[in-house]
């Protein structure tokens, strides 16, 4: 199951960053329909992997709380990142970033800072 979560997390993190190019060099292309439904299958089954590791888990969950925090963060500043046009895109994009690598070194470690 932790491969399987592993997979969505890079498949997820990819179609993050196919999305912010396009909205940059070919925006027409976000109108399409499967590129409009793709994320939400990937990040589905990234939250569904995600929630079925964490039913499991028999350790402490409190990290496991900060990564649903950040992951608010990463989706909000993802959303900013796809949609404005001007700086803000880069501000978010940075953000969205930044937050992904604090998610992901939550996962290894199991400490919040
Ligand atoms: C952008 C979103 C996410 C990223 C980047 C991410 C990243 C990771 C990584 C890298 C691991 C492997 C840690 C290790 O092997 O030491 C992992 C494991 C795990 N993730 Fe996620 N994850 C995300 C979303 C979620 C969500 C939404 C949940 C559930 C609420 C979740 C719960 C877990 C659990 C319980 C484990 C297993 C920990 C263990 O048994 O060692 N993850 N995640």
Redesign the pocket.
Known sequence: ??SL??L??VL??GSFLGRVALAQFRPDMLELKWVKIAPHVLSGL??L?????????T?DHGW?AA??V??IG?VGLGVLAIKRTDVTRWYAFGGALL???Y????????TIF
């Open positions: 199951m932790k979560h592993l969505f997390v997820s993190l990234l939250l992997t995600g929630f079925s590791l964490a039913f499991g888990y350790g496991i990564k649903l950040a992951l990463y937050l992904f690598v998610i992901a070194r939550v996962a290894v470690t199991k």
